[in-house]
């Protein structure tokens, strides 16, 4: 059974940080894309950021480039984003999805973990 198990979430002031996990499971790790959608409240679901984990191309949504970093341990199957100099239009649940390639992420999901950014 494949599950993504996000965690990481919560209540953080503008400008701070906060790091998300993904921790995979029930599928080979490395053939895989795995990445993050948000979904603001009235909002629709929009990419934020992936990982192929066969090469490790990346993809950063323009809203989140040079604050939002992507990465992966591939040793404990697990994908972080590293979120830093928060804003509130950050605020969202975040998804951590999972698919053949960073295009297609979307195959799998996990729960979702919320991120509230105050200002």
């Known amino acids: 059974e494949v599950q993504l198990v996000e965690s990481g979430g919560g209540l953080v002031q503008a400008g701070g940080s906060l790091r998300l996990s993904c921790a995979a499971s029930?599928?080979?790790?490395?053939?895989?894309?795995i990445g993050w959608f948000r979904q603001a409240p009235g909002k629709e679901r929009e990419g934020v950021s992936g990982?192929?984990?066969?090469?490790?191309?990346?993809y950063y949504a323009d809203s989140v480039k040079g604050r939002f970093t992507i990465s992966s341990d591939n040793a404990k199957n697990t994908v972080y984003l590293q979120m830093n100099s928060l804003k509130s239009e950050d605020t969202a649940v975040y998804y951590c999805?999972?698919?053949?390639?960073?295009?297609?992420?979307?195959?799998?999901w996990g729960q979702g973990t919320q991120v509230t950014v105050s200002s």
């Open positions: 029930g599928f080979t790790f490395d053939d895989y894309a």
């Open positions: 999805a999972a698919g053949d390639t960073i295009v297609t992420m979307g195959e799998y």
């Open positions: 990982i192929s984990l066969s090469n490790g191309n990346t």
